[in-house]
């Protein structure tokens, strides 16, 4: 019966760092059974910590289970939106956080990697060796890199770089956006909050990815290698190798679809867009 046996066996690393300029670390994971997922916090003053937890458990029931359906998935985005949005005041009130990672799930007999995204951290999937992200950034940066108007490497460093569309919270009505990829043996999938992807471009997180053949190695190896580019904000990675599955699959489908006062416009911090013109962004450069 669906549901009742994991449909991805898998082997896990994580790792996770305040970096090193934050006095703590807003970032939460949640890596067992079958949800692999990374919050990325957002408000300061521990406000972020605290609406990045609260997201991460609103899933850990369902983790329990050795499958997800996309119908769950969309309950717990749901029941996690709720919360975060009744955080009092003191303690997260207006903070939000980013989302993304993969659940194990099921269908018609085949393994596949459920993946949800909300923000700007990011879900990679490494097969016969080649690194691919799958999630799309929500941002105001990949919007002008999708439209033509910067290049991937101009994004990287853009000054609007950490303002994000989408979030769980901080007066985001944002959706997620959820894929179903097929899973085969030997997948390996990289889930990481942006101060991952500040710090190493994907060419270099390829490079570790291929040369550490445990997930606990290179999870960790990835968020040393941040902080050793300067580590300038958190950083978390979760590592998941697919040891084995129930099956072979078809074709991959495509995505589908507060206050300020604790804000501040330091330009590694993850900042929702809508609250951008309260904040004072630098000029840029000729």
């Not at 303002?163 to 009505?173: D, E, L, Q």
Request: include cysteine; hydrophobic fraction near 40%.
């Amino acid at each position: 019966m669906p549901g009742q046996v994991a449909p991805i066996q898998v082997s896990v690393g994580a790792a996770t760092d305040a970096g090193r300029r934050r006095p703590s670390n807003e970032d939460a994971f949640l890596a067992s059974g079958s949800l692999y997922l990374v919050a990325d916090g957002m408000g300061g003053h521990a406000a972020g910590e605290i609406a990045s937890a609260t997201v991460i458990d609103a899933f850990t029931a369902l983790a329990a289970k050795p499958s997800a359906t996309l119908d769950e998935l969309r309950a717990c985005v749901a029941s996690a939106t709720t919360r975060v949005q009744s955080l009092p005041e003191g303690a997260g009130a207006g903070a939000g956080t980013t989302l993304s990672g993969v659940a194990l799930a099921e269908l018609d007999g085949n393994a596949y990697w459920l993946l949800l995204n909300l923000g700007d951290s990011r879900t990679y999937r490494m097969a016969g060796g080649i690194l691919e992200q799958i999630s799309v950034d929500h941002s105001v940066v990949q919007e002008l890199v999708s439209s033509g108007e910067l290049t991937p490497a101009q994004a990287a460093v853009h000054k609007q770089r950490n303002v994000i569309t989408r979030a769980i919270g901080a007066g985001s009505v944002g959706e997620p956006d959820y894929w179903m990829l097929p899973a085969a043996p030997g997948d390996r999938i990289l889930v990481c909050s942006d101060g991952l992807t500040g710090e190493l471009d994907d060419e270099r997180i390829g490079e570790v990815l291929a040369a550490e053949s445990e997930p606990q190695a290179a999870a960790t190896r990835l968020v040393h290698e941040a902080l050793l580019q300067g580590g300038r904000d958190n950083v978390t990675t979760v590592v998941v190798d697919a040891l084995s599955t129930i099956g072979l699959a078809g074709d991959e489908t495509l995505p589908g679809g507060s206050p300020a006062n604790s804000l501040t416009a330091d330009f590694d911090d993850t900042i929702p867009r809508g609250l951008v013109p309260r904040l004072a962004l630098p000029t840029e450069a000729a």
